[in-house]
T-cell receptor, first 114, second 112 residues
């Protein structure tokens, strides 16, 4: 099992550019989510999905879009990058059937917006 | 206002001694709590959890204590080892979903 994979590992964008952060898991998990980690802020939930075709907003969704067409993949799209989106992005997945089920995290994508 | 607080940004402990990491929360609806460990350039990994029906949960060297009336939990690591040096995140959630609120983290350094 590869677990949760994220690509790319690093990315530099200019303000206004768009891009997609890829996330895939091979554990047949229903629940997937995207977080951003900023210094002193912990991990903040951007968007999440409880299954294919179902997505919802988290704490900080503005400027990001998601879709979930398959159980395995959960891409995060930045529509028009801004310097405030400079952060480390983590994708996570879990079975979702049990409250408090541990989440498995990917290695992260470090994004810099100039 | 942060719902989950970890007021110590960093902590240094001698190898073999006890490490105590603290976490406070403000939302009384939180019923489930998890601790994650994170090494540099890696994603967080699950360490231990506790639900509100318990006040203690133990897994090897790691024990989590929950004081619901004080809205406080703590993670004890005994004995501490240099490999425990990492950032530790406390996370809290309610009993109805999968979404958790994370604290800002505490960087633990275990000195040989």
């Amino acid at each position: 099992n590869a677990g949760v994979t994220q690509t790319p590992k690093f990315q530099v964008l200019k303000t206004g550019q768009s891009m997609t952060l890829q996330c895939a898991q091979d554990m047949n998990h229903e629940y997937m989510s995207w977080y951003r980690q900023d210094p002193g802020m912990g991990l903040r939930l951007i968007h999440y999905s409880v299954g294919a075709g179902i997505t919802d907003q988290g704490e900080v969704p503005n400027g990001y879009n998601v879709s979930r067409s398959t159980t395995e993949d959960f891409p995060l799209r930045l529509l028009s990058a801004a310097p405030s989106q400079t952060s480390v992005y983590f994708c996570a997945s879990s079975y979702g059937g049990v409250t408090g089920d541990e989440q498995f995290f990917g290695p992260g994508t470090r994004l810099t917006v100039l | 206002d942060q719902q989950v607080k970890q007021n110590s940004p960093s902590l240094s402990v001698q190898e073999g001694r006890i490490s105590i990491l603290n976490c406070d929360y403000t939302n009384s609806m939180f019923d489930y709590f998890l601790w994650y460990k994170k090494y540099p350039a890696e994603g967080p990994t699950f360490l231990i959890s506790i639900s509100s029906i318990k006040d203690k949960n133990e897994d090897g060297r790691f024990t989590v204590f929950l004081n619901k009336s004080a809205k406080h939990l703590s993670l004890h690591i005994v004995p501490s080892q240099p490999g425990d040096s990492a950032v530790y995140f406390c996370a809290a959630g309610d009993n109805y979903g999968q979404n958790f609120v994370f604290g800002p983290g505490t960087r633990l350094s275990v000195l040989p």
